[in-house]
């Protein structure tokens, strides 16, 4: 089983569709989450990052952890064509010296349709 | 501007070469970071470097050895003992290792084994 667990997709939606992406993880130590969006033949770049459980919210974007389900989730309100992109969450844990890793799930590929 | 830069954009290698990967960053940052991006298994780290001439193994470093000389650069090189080399490979550079702190991705090298 692997550490964090998310649905390759494909997911394809309605221009101004409400988006939901979620992963779920079996690492109770993971302290911070991550949504990175990525375009095509693009390096992946930070959305939004979470410290423990709770919701944030920036413009468009809603991220939600729930630490006690082991479940993130990302909502994309009024969703555009430039929205679409591959997600990938990601967590982080220590791992030996202090040192941060970040563990990434497979990524979700979303298609905003016109 | 600031940021990370990764060259070539695309490579190919034959059977039994050796092959270097460059990133460099302007960031100022101390932690730089090697991933492997295959389709539909999320991002994999290969090493990391915490300070200048220090590196560590990260989850799938058999087949790869890095050097960190200067602090603004990070190379890859691919050996021909990397079994299934052909992939996409991001550089990533944060402010430290320790504690969270954003990780900034390059645009990426896709090698390709001919």
Redesign the interface.
Same mark, same amino acid.
């Given at each position: 089983q692997k550490e964090?667990e998310?649905d390759?997709g494909p997911l394809s939606v309605p221009e101004g569709a409400i988006v939901s992406l979620n992963c779920t993880y079996s690492n109770s130590a993971f +302290?911070?989450f991550m949504w990175y969006r990525q375009y095509s033949? =693009? !390096?992946?770049? %930070?959305l939004m990052?979470t410290?423990s459980s709770g919701n944030k919210e920036d413009g468009r974007f809603t991220a939600q952890v729930d630490k006690s389900s082991k479940y993130i989730s990302l909502f994309i309100r009024d969703s555009q064509p430039s929205d679409s992109a591959t997600y %990938?969450c990601?967590m982080?844990a220590s791992f030996g $010296? !202090?040192? +941060? =890793? %970040?563990v990434? !799930? $497979? !990524?979700t590929r979303l298609t905003i349709n016109p | 501007d600031g940021g990370i830069t990764q060259s070539p954009k695309y490579l190919f290698r034959k059977e039994g070469q050796n092959v270097t990967l460059s990133c460099e960053q302007n960031l100022n940052h101390d932690a730089m970071y090697w991933y492997r991006q295959d389709p539909g298994q999320g991002l994999r780290l290969i090493y990391y470097s915490q300070i200048v001439n220090d590196f560590q193994k990260g989850d799938i470093a058999e087949g790869y050895s890095v050097s960190r000389e200067k602090k603004e650069s990070f190379p890859l090189t691919v050996t021909s003992a990397q079994k299934n080399p052909t992939a996409f490979y991001l550089c990533a550079s944060s402010k430290t290792v320790t504690s969270y702190n954003e990780q900034f991705f390059g645009p990426g090298t896709r090698l390709t084994v001919l």
């Open positions: 964090v998310q390759p +302290q911070y033949r =693009k !390096g992946p770049e %930070l990052y410290y %990938l990601a982080s $010296q !202090g040192a +941060q =890793k %970040l990434f !799930g $497979q !990524g | -």
